[in-house]
């Protein structure tokens, strides 16, 4: 009875095996065609390759980079009519090889239906000539964005926040730094952000101002833009507050690793995390200065100078002057005049930091006729017309 079953097991297994076997041969082979033409190198079109050699003056790597790019058996009449109208505005060679190698889809584009509106859109902003191929060249993908949905109306809405510049020049500066304000819904994104700013006491020439300097915000999503606005306001700052857009500023420019790394800098030079923020808080800018700057200027102030903490925690903007054509040439100027006792009163060196390049030389250089070249020696060379100052 046992036997019977194996034997009747074993023919029951023999029948799958061989009904299965065309089925796997077929999956075997269509798996291994299909992993082949993965693997395989995208063809090119060789005659469209060496027209873009021949026409475009593209290197032979760069043809081929971008006809993988493209549909295949294409004619070559769109991007002849494409070369025929770039030229034709005053662009150069190197502005169609870029503006193509960055958007090869406006080789088809319709040059009268699609093109020709969205350059004159730009053309009445004021981009012409070559700065009009400057801005394509570099940002050609705004070419494929919708002139009615996207374009006109998030123009529109960008004017209106830099409504004090009329020649279009700051709004010519936000498209140069991040086309993609414009590529947006402006219902949903560019609004929503706008109307979320005001309501934290961003507005005016603030809100103008970073826009010019930090675009991207205006288009992050809003719970982004929220978490943001929440970080600064838990470093002190207060909606309403003058300085709230410059710290939301300092912070959108660095992750927040760079930040804190910043602020060790300071801590480990004996300021603690309260001063460390009470300084930002003073000057937000503080934090956008490079690592470097801000040791040089740390060990400069705390041990040439020595100057005490609380001076440089009340006036954090020491560490934001040049110390080469500022700091150090007013510094080794005062210690000449202290040296030879010529100083009435002692001033404090934050003060001499503080006063306009005029007031300096007119108070502690033009005064001092008689020390003349020694003065200009430690003033680093800087040529001074003493006539034109005011010795009063």
């Not at 123009?155 to 991040?178: A, F, G, M, W, Y």
């Not at 959108?252 to 800098?265: A, P, W, Y």
Request: proline share 4%; with cysteine.
């Amino acid at each position: 009875m046992q036997a019977l079953k194996c034997n009747e097991l074993h023919r029951r297994f023999r029948f799958v095996a061989d009904s299965t076997e065309p089925f796997l041969f077929f999956f075997y082979h269509s798996f291994s065609s299909s992993t082949k033409a993965k693997t395989q190198t995208p063809k090119t079109d060789s005659s469209f390759t060496d027209y873009l050699i021949n026409n475009f003056k593209f290197s032979k790597t760069q043809a081929l980079s971008i006809s993988t790019r493209l549909p295949r058996g294409k004619s070559n009449e769109k991007p002849q009519s494409l070369l025929l109208f770039l030229q034709n505005l005053g662009f150069s060679e190197t502005h169609i090889r870029s503006a193509v190698r960055l958007c090869p889809q406006i080789l088809f584009s319709d040059i009268d239906k699609t093109l020709k509106p969205k350059i004159e859109f730009f053309q009445d902003l004021g981009l012409v000539g070559s700065e009009l191929g400057m801005f394509i060249s570099k940002n050609s993908p705004i070419l494929t964005v919708s002139l009615e949905r996207k374009l006109v109306p998030c123009v529109e809405i960008l004017k209106k926040v830099l409504c004090r510049n009329q020649t279009n020049q700051d709004l010519i500066r936000v498209l140069s730094r991040c086309t993609a304000v414009v590529r947006v819904n402006p219902e949903s994104r560019l609004l929503g952000n706008i109307a979320f700013l005001k309501s934290c006491g961003i507005v005016g020439t603030q809100l103008s101002m970073l826009l010019t300097r930090q675009p991207w915000i205006f288009i992050t999503q809003e719970s982004k833009l929220r978490d943001l606005v929440s970080r600064v306001l838990d470093m002190g700052f207060s909606v309403n507050s003058r300085m709230l857009v410059h710290g939301l500023y300092t912070v959108s420019c660095m992750s927040n690793e760079t930040f804190m790394r910043k602020l060790e800098l300071f801590r480990s030079s004996g300021f603690s995390s309260d001063e460390c923020m009470e300084m930002f808080r003073n000057q937000p800018g503080l934090l956008r200065a490079s690592e470097e700057k801000l040791k040089l200027g740390i060990e400069f102030f705390m041990n040439t100078v020595k100057m005490e903490k609380s001076a440089l925690v009340r006036f954090p903007v020491s560490f934001m002057y040049d110390l080469e054509a500022r700091v150090i040439p007013r510094y080794m100027v005062l210690e000449i005049l202290k040296s030879k006792r010529l100083l009435k009163r002692e001033p404090s060196f934050i003060h001499t930091l503080n006063i306009s390049e005029e007031k300096f030389l007119a108070k502690f250089m033009a005064k001092f006729r008689d020390h003349a070249e020694e003065l200009l020696v430690a003033y680093k060379g800087h040529l001074l017309d003493y006539s034109s100052v005011d010795e009063s």
